[in-house]
């Protein structure tokens, strides 16, 4: 299963089905930016409402905050959860980070330059009609509390659906994006030193599973279990610059980039250890119990793969970079229908948006390669490779050697791919994201009286 490799790339790519060359979303927005996901775009909840589907998001948005960015202007029936990523506004339980997070300040006290960390809970559509900032419940969020809070908003959605209550005869989409396990880290209590790592990040990954039972013993509770396909994936690889606070690559070491300048291969990296992320299906009766599949996913397929199992047609003024993979979820296809490539956009500076790499079958050809600051290593140079580099997976996951021979034919194939997918982003429909930002007035604010935007003070 393939992400993009860093936050909101990631969110828009899994809700649009698009890339961020078309959705103009390739870098994260931030607590003071004034929009989010262009409003010419549209979301997976949105395709679903037009089948009458119920909606929900709970967890972290990081696709704009303001009004038509917030995701109950964005087909979302309602929200709970943090607008951007847990490091972006400052909170006041323990916690941990690199390098160790600063405690909200309290009044009286100068200006600081990001708001409290708000935590949002909103019913309705448009929020309800009114203010967005009304909807905030916790400024700064707690975050020793915030798994709770999402497990309680999942089991009240689901419940609603359940037989004999008011919603029963609504289909759901319930979007959760977890919180999980962005740093800083932090848990409740009661998981302390009850994982087998017997750390911070064991611990609080050990809550996250904890909180993925309950959601799904909430289906299984309504007796919605054998009519609900439940799918869980990642956004990135592990951030090693957080070293002990960041998760395992496994053997996806990106190895090779030792000889490029080192540095991380994980997220923001177009290495398997920047994309490759967990992807598990399930369906009682639908999808085999066990089941194993070496086809090429990506997060985007989720929105041709869902519309068309609720018989929504997407529409033809667009093109799409996800496919349906139902095939690959019932049948056991070996392969993923309708995909020649798969492309892994860069995550750098101006290069952010860039098809840097490329999948084909169990080949991945690098036009450029580039890594992040790792734990004890320097980002390395951004490098153009013509011809590219090419691995074969299935026998170096760990991306340690380009083929020196690659198979005849197969570098012209991979240049043939992009220079058609340029093509055709370039001359299809495509949106322009604004990533202008605003002065204190921008922050989502629970109470512009205190500092940071404190509920209280």
């Known amino acids: 299963m393939h992400s993009m490799s860093v936050c909101t790339p990631a969110r828009a790519a899994i809700l649009t089905g698009r890339l961020g060359l078309r959705t103009g979303v390739v870098v994260n927005f931030s607590p003071a930016s004034l929009h989010g996901l262009p409003d010419s775009e549209h979301t997976l909840a949105h395709y679903l409402k037009e089948a009458n589907y119920s909606t929900g998001a709970i967890g972290k948005w990081h696709l704009g905050h303001h009004p038509e960015y917030h995701p109950t202007y964005r ?14 506004g400052c909170v006041n339980c323990e916690n941990a980070n ?9 009044d009286p006290h100068p200006q600081i330059n990001t708001p409290a960390l708000p935590l949002y809970n909103s019913t309705g559509p448009d929020c309800g009609g009114h203010v967005c900032d009304n909807d905030i419940i916790e400024q700064p969020a707690d975050l020793t509390t915030l798994a709770s809070h999402y497990a309680t908003a999942a089991q009240q959605f689901i419940h ?16 959760v994006p977890f919180s999980h396990i962005h740093v800083p880290l932090s848990h409740d209590p009661r998981f302390t030193h009850k994982s087998a790592r017997n750390n911070t990040f064991g611990d609080t990954l050990l809550e996250l599973d904890s909180t993925l039972g309950l959601i799904v013993a ?11 396909l439940m799918f869980l994936t990642g956004d990135n690889g592990p951030w090693a610059v957080k070293c002990d606070l960041a998760g395992s690559q496994g053997p996806f070491k990106g190895l090779y980039q030792a000889h490029l ?4 291969t994980g997220k923001l990296t177009t290495w398997e250890g920047g994309h490759r992320v967990v992807g598990v299906a399930a369906w ?32 033809q003024d667009r093109a799409f970079d ?26 750098q500076g101006e290069a ?9 079958g169990k080949y991945k050809a690098f036009f450029a390669t580039y890594s992040v600051q790792s734990c004890n290593e320097s980002a390395g140079a951004r490098i153009a490779h013509d011809p590219p580099l090419i691995f074969d997976l299935d026998v170096d996951p760990a991306e340690s050697s380009p083929l020196v021979a690659p198979p005849p034919g197969l570098v012209s194939q991979f240049k043939a791919a992009l220079q058609a997918k340029m093509l055709n982003i370039t001359t299809t429909f495509r949106s322009a994201a604004n990533y202008s930002t605003g002065g204190t007035g921008a922050w989502p604010c629970c109470n512009a009286k205190h500092v940071g935007c404190r509920c209280e003070d």
């Open 75 to 88: 087909g979302f029936d309602s929200y709970v959860g943090v607008p951007y990523s847990v490091d972006m």
């Open 98 to 106: 690199i390098p160790p997070e600063a405690p909200c300040p309290y």
């Open 160 to 175: 609603k659906h359940a037989p004999g209550q008011p919603l029963a005869d609504t289909p759901f989409f319930l979007y």
């Open 218 to 228: 909430s289906v299984e509770a309504a007796g919605l279990g054998g009519n609900t």
């Open 261 to 264: 300048g080192g540095g991380s």
């Open 284 to 315: 009682p009766g639908k999808i085999p119990a066990g089941a194993v599949s070496d086809a090429t996913v990506s997060t985007m397929d989720l929105v041709p793969t869902f519309t068309a199992l609720a018989g929504v047609p997407l529409p």
């Open 322 to 347: 996800g496919v349906d993979v139902s095939t690959v979820l019932f049948d056991h296809a070996p392969k993923t229908p309708g995909r020649d490539a798969l492309f892994h956009p860069c995550c």
């Open 352 to 360: 952010s948006g860039q098809l840097d790499a490329a999948r084909i």
